[in-house]
């Protein structure tokens, strides 16, 4: 007899990018040659002050337990940087740790839903958000975030959601993954004033804060009377090259932290101090490197959005933010009768056997998704170069594409996406 699982985890799935990671890998552990673009990691090292401080520690032996909302002296570090930052008053108070930003996920749905209750999610979404929004048996609603209005945020959808009776949290991130999309200041105070003093709670999800190409950020934790509602999460993940440490933290108000800090007490018991004291150092002294880092993330973003803004049947809005392009590719789809992520399947698995490009299908974010492609920059510019170069050859391989489809009909398209105007087939 097999043992029946719950129906949430029956239901469950992972996040696609890492399953075609382990796709691209085995394709490369077997000789292929394989760009990858599917994963949001950072190509460069650990930052310098960071990486030393972590050696130090081990040799120090701090790596027994510590208190589970975080070492304080980490704690009081973060405060202090998000004070110069973005100007708030902040003391280690605020603040509690977690390993990367997307845990809090979970425990912000555990500390403000219950069962019934409604999260509006701005779709095309991180595909984790879903997963923890179920975990509590509670209800997504959707806003289409659209091309034409540069993948910002609708107001009226917010304003109507907090009329609902059941609207209970808001998922926001900005910079946005997967479009690349930047929430403006005012669209910032625009849900800040409509959910203030309501029963309505905000994750701010600012893994990309050090990421912006056009504007500033802008973080909702900067107003006014906003931190009893709003949980902010970031990551040490993408600004600082330490994906691999697991350390990120949420910003709120104390009694919001200690509450987080008890649900770490009772999963995960706490985040290794010797990693807090490697980001500590980070904070620190890696000022100069992270931003060094950051521009030249820029300038792969540029690099790879004109080189996909000169191909047929393809449009790329320049992504304000992160280090992801979104193209999209509803056109060459159409033509080829094959879905989005079928596209991207099809460009690491049968357009070429010796050659592949590892990318993600618009739609593992959510529907709204469909019709568009996820890239990342994290390569070498000359292997951005060498994949797009790849693909109009690739997209013009009919006969390939059928025999794909033949294999997996799975990504055969069922009816056609609306076409952007002004975008030629190719």
Not at 237 to 253: D, E, F, H, I, Q
Not at 391 to 400: K, Q
Request: aromatic share 8%; net charge negative; proline share 6%.
């Amino acid at each position: 007899m097999t043992f029946t699982l719950s129906t949430f985890a029956d239901g469950l799935k992972s996040e696609t990018a890492f399953d075609v990671l382990a796709i691209a890998r085995t394709l490369k552990a077997a000789g292929k040659d394989v760009v990858e673009l599917q994963i949001g990691d950072s190509p460069f090292s650990t930052t310098a002050h960071a990486k030393a401080a972590g050696i130090e520690a081990i040799e120090n032996d701090q790596t027994h337990y510590c208190p589970s909302i975080g070492v304080g002296e980490f704690r009081a570090t973060v405060a202090e940087n998000m004070n110069t930052l973005y100007g708030l008053a902040l003391d280690e108070r605020n603040i509690v740790v977690g390993p990367g930003a997307k845990v809090f996920e979970q425990f912000f749905c555990e500390a403000v839903l219950n069962p019934g209750d409604e999260v509006l999610v701005f779709s095309p979404q991180f595909p984790t958000y879903v997963p923890n929004i179920q975990r509590r048996q509670a209800t997504v609603v959707t806003s289409a975030l659209k091309e034409k209005n540069d993948f910002r945020p609708n107001l009226e959808d917010v304003e109507a959601f907090v009329n609902r009776p059941r609207g209970r949290a808001i998922f926001l991130n900005s910079p946005h993954n997967p479009t690349g999309g930047v929430a403006t200041e005012s669209d910032i105070k625009g849900i800040a004033d409509l959910i203030r003093g309501r029963q309505t709670a905000l994750l701010s999800d600012e893994p990309y804060d050090r990421m912006v190409w056009r504007g500033t950020h802008h973080t909702p934790l900067a107003q006014p009377d906003l931190l009893d509602q709003c949980v902010a999460a970031y990551t040490f993940s993408k600004s600082y090259s330490m994906s691999g440490w697991r350390l990120g933290y949420a910003v709120t108000s104390p009694r919001l932290a200690e509450t987080i800090g008890k649900m770490i007490n009772t999963s995960l018991s706490c985040v290794p101090p010797l990693v807090q004291i490697a980001g500590a150092a980070g904070l620190r002294g890696d000022a100069d490197e992270r931003d060094r880092n950051m521009s030249l993330f820029g300038k792969k973003v540029q690099l790879l959005t004109e080189a996909l803004q000169r191909l047929d049947g393809i449009r790329v809005v320049p992504p304000g933010g992160t280090f992801y392009v979104f193209p999209n590719v509803t056109v060459i789809c159409n033509r080829l009768g094959i879905t989005s992520h079928g596209l991207a399947m099809y460009l690491l698995e049968g357009a070429d056997d010796a050659f592949g490009v590892a990318c993600l299908g618009g739609e593992c974010f959510g529907e709204a998704g469909e019709g568009f492609l996820r890239f990342s920059c994290a390569e070498p510019d000359d292997r951005i170069t060498q994949a797009v170069k790849f693909m109009p050859d690739a997209f013009s391989r009919a006969a390939r594409v059928r025999e794909y489809l033949d294999k997996h009909a799975e990504y055969r398209l069922g009816s056609l996406y609306p076409e952007p105007q002004g975008v030629t087939s190719g």
